[in-house]
């Protein structure tokens, strides 16, 4: 089975851009979940989808937003694009969601904002 | 609210020492899951292990055990025998039934020297 895939791997945007990063999950999973990893923060939660609607949101500003579709690809969209928002990426899928699920996690897209 | 403390930041150790990586959480929920996950160079969050509240066997894989102590709220993880391939930052992250938000350790870096 392929594992969870994300595109693109590496991007560079300036401040004040926006940018859309996406996931494949794995075959059979519906749920999705996106996460952010910087040194100084570390691993933060973003929002959780299943069946196409966000069931869970982290704590972040509104310019941070996410969709999934109905075959639970699912994107992720940053608006406004701050300095600070230079992060990985992480795209997690599980089978469903929430609960004690176990979610496997794609490589990542390296997004900085210069 | 929910919280996961790794106190050890880095650990170095020589090929074939044990080591113990900890995990210290805090929750309200008395139904939660616990996780481990090891990030290599590469990247990629590699899911270990899920324990959930009510088990608190400990569970042996390999090389690889774990001690869930609901006692003291620690999900400590044990590698045995370490090899250079352990080498990677190892996460301990904590679910809570009514909170769907996973909540992730800093990590414990760990390097195997051979």
């Known amino acids: 089975k392929a594992g969870v895939t994300q595109t693109p791997r590496y991007l560079i945007k300036t401040r004040g851009q926006q940018v859309t990063l996406s996931c494949s999950p794995i075959s059979g999973h519906r749920s999705v979940s996106w996460y952010q990893q910087t040194p100084g923060q570390g691993l933060q939660f973003l929002f959780e989808y299943f069946s196409e609607t966000q069931r869970n949101k982290g704590n972040f500003p509104g310019r941070f937003s996410g969709r999934q579709f109905s075959n639970s690809r699912s994107e992720m969209n940053v608006s406004t694009l701050e300095l600070g928002d230079s992060a990985l990426y992480l795209c997690a899928s599980s089978v469903e969601q929430g609960f004690g699920y176990e979610q496997y996690f794609g490589p990542g897209t390296r997004l900085t904002v210069t | 609210a929910q919280k996961v403390t790794q106190a050890q930041t880095e650990i170095s150790v020589v090929e074939k020492e044990d080591v113990t990586l900890d995990c210290v959480y805090e929750?309200?929920?008395?139904?939660?899951?616990l996780f481990w996950y090891k990030q290599p160079p590469s990247g990629e969050l590699v899911f270990l292990i899920r324990r959930n509240s009510f088990d608190e066997q400990n569970e042996i894989s390999g090389r690889y055990s774990w001690n869930f102590q609901k006692s003291t709220s620690s999900f400590n993880f044990t590698i045995t025998a370490s090899q250079v391939v352990d080498s990677a930052v190892y996460f301990c992250?904590?679910?809570?039934?009514?909170?769907?938000?996973?909540?992730f350790g800093a990590g414990t870096r760990l390097t195997v020297k051979p």
């Open positions: 992250a904590l679910r809570e039934y009514n909170n769907n938000d996973m909540r």
């Open positions: 929750t309200r929920d008395t139904t939660y899951y």
